[in-house]
Structures are given as C-alpha cells and as structure tokens.
C-alpha cells in the first residue's frame, strides 16, 4: 500500500487554467506538507498543516490555496497557473510530537507540472 | 534562521570506493539533522537522523553520518560505493521547537562501475 500518494502524476495545461493537486496518506501522521521542486532540484516548504490547521505558509502567491478536509488530505488548488509554476510538487507527512522535531517526512512520488 | 548548505552540486566517485558527501548546518539552539535519498522520478526516502547521542549515525543501504558540532557538519559517508547509489542527496535541519524542516539544495552522486 502506498503511504502517500499524489494525484495526478503528471499534470500539463495552459497558462490562466485552474487546477487541483490531491494528497492522501494512510499512515495516520497528524501533519502534512507541500514542497515544490524547481528543475534545479532546489526543494522549497510551501504548505503545512497539522491536524486540519495550517501551521507553516511560506511566501507562496495567493494564487495556492491549500485545502485539509481531514488530516489525512491534504490538497492544492492553483488559480490562473503561470509559465513559473511549472514545477515538480511533493507531498509529504509526518507525526509530529509536541515540542519535538525528530519525526521523518514520507514523501509522495511527485506531481510533475507542466504549464504551457 | 536555519540553513543548509551543500557545497558540492555533483560527487562522483568510482564503484567500491569510499564515498563523502558534505553538508553544512545554520540553526539556532541544537539541530535534528537528516539525509534523505531522491531516486529519478520518485519522492525523498528518509536514510538517516541525528538527533543526540553518539555522533556517528548509521542509516539505510549501509549509510551513515557523522555530526560535528564544532564544524556544525553532518556529513554523509559510505565506506564502499554502489553503482545503485547514484542519486539525489538532501540534507536537512530542523530547530528542536517547530515544523519547518530547512533542505539543502542537494547533491548529485554519481557512481561509476
């Protein structure tokens, strides 16, 4: 069974279209993330949420809404994509213990992000 | 602020050989360290952490790091390279209070048969 999963794996469309990404994972974490990986590789915190209640909200546009139905979703909207947001995205998760920072992220596979 | 840094974009090494790959931290207070592993087309794999206790840390796939507070390093080390080794390596660190994990921008591991 797949601990996070990510759908869809690629995604490609045009600039101004509005698109959803969706996380689920199944290992019970309390805290979720998502990064986006640039074609350099370099990997960039954009979202957390912990237990349904965002907790980390880097400098992202406005344009990303991040949506947590429950603590095992966690999905991202993208209005009037751009030609920059072409990217790889990864979900992860992870359980956090109060006042600690020890836990591991589990990785999703990547959404790969085509904007044309 | 936290701050990873990896100097080194490309390690290449031949297959057998030892193998390094460095890293250096930035964190206020004391750091929880880990390396994590990017195969082509797939997400981060967790191999290692350090978080107290001995300063050598043994991981997965016969990896391991050590920490050095004076240097404030963590570098990833194999005592033989596997040809399977080659990919994506991240660094990161953590502050002991909150959930923002800071990665490095990563190093490529090439290893030649």
């Known amino acids: 069974d797949t601990a996070v999963s990510q759908t869809p794996k690629y995604l490609v469309t045009q600039m101004g279209n509005d698109k959803s990404i969706k996380c689920e994972q199944n290992?019970?974490?309390?805290?979720m993330y998502w990064y986006k990986q640039d074609s350099k590789k370099f990997l960039k915190i954009m979202f957390s949420?912990?237990?349904?209640?965002?907790?980390i909200n880097e400098t992202v546009p406005n344009r990303f809404s991040p949506k947590s139905p429950d603590k095992a979703h966690l999905n991202l909207h993208i209005n009037s994509l751009e030609l920059g947001d072409s990217a790889v995205y990864f979900c992860?998760?992870?359980?956090?213990?109060?006042?600690?920072?020890?836990?591991?992220?589990?990785f999703g596979a990547g959404t790969r992000l085509s904007v044309l | 602020a936290q701050s990873v840094a990896q100097p080194e974009d490309q390690v290449n090494v031949a297959e057998g050989n030892p193998l390094t790959v460095k890293c250096t931290y930035s964190?206020?207070?004391?750091?929880?360290l880990f390396w994590y592993v990017q195969y082509p087309n797939r997400g981060l794999q967790f191999l290692l952490k350090?978080?107290?206790?001995?300063?050598l840390v043994k991981g997965s796939y016969g990896f391991e790091a050590e920490f050095n507070k004076s240097q404030t390093s963590f570098h990833l080390k194999k005592p033989s390279a596997l040809v399977s080794d080659s990919a994506l390596y991240f660094c990161?660190?953590?502050?002991?209070?909150?959930?923002?994990?800071?990665f490095g921008a990563g190093t490529r591991l090439f290893v030649k048969a």
């Open positions: 992860a998760s992870s359980q956090v213990v109060l006042a600690e920072a020890k836990n591991i992220q589990y």
């Open positions: 290992l019970g974490h309390d805290t």
């Open positions: 949420y912990n237990n349904k209640e965002l907790i």
């Open positions: 964190v206020s207070g004391n750091p929880y």
């Open positions: 350090y978080i107290t206790g001995d300063n």
């Open positions: 990161a660190v953590r502050a002991i209070v909150g959930f923002k994990t800071i």
